[in-house]
């Protein structure tokens, strides 16, 4: 069974910065096809960011492009995204999501992942 933990979360101040991270159990880490979405209040999951198996192709939603950056460590089955110059409207909560496939190109599309975090929620107030 596949299970993803992030961590990472919590409050910050508009300008701030967070790191989530999301642990990947249960398969061949290096197989995986991967990205980060968020849900803030009252609206839908949205993709933010996707990475590629090989980690060589990144995309980011426009929102976030230049401010945030995702990677990964196949050594530590571990999945990263970096946020910096945090704003009110990347308050949310985040989950990190993993497809079982080697992929070039990664997907901000919610249908194309099957296996999903819990979510762990940033608050961005001032």
């Known amino acids: 069974q596949v299970q993803l933990v992030e961590s990472g979360g919590g409050s910050v101040q508009p300008g701030g910065s967070l790191r989530l991270s999301c642990v990947v159990y249960?398969?061949?880490?290096?197989?995986?096809?991967m990205g980060w979405f968020r849900q803030a209040p009252g609206k839908e999951r949205e993709g933010v960011a996707a990475?590629?198996?090989?980690?060589?192709?990144?995309r980011y939603a426009d929102s976030v492009e230049g401010r945030f950056t995702i990677s990964r460590d196949k050594a530590k089955n571990t999945l990263y995204l970096q946020m910096n110059s945090l704003k009110l409207e990347d308050t949310a909560v985040y989950y990190c999501?993993?497809?079982?496939?080697?992929?070039?190109?990664?997907?901000?599309?919610?249908?194309?992942?099957?296996?999903w975090g819990q979510g762990t929620q940033v608050t961005v107030s001032s």
């Open positions: 999501a993993a497809r079982v496939t080697y992929c070039y190109v990664g997907s901000l599309q919610s249908r194309d992942f099957d296996y």
């Open positions: 990475i590629s198996t090989a980690g060589s192709s990144t």
């Open positions: 249960g398969y061949a880490y290096r197989n995986y096809c």
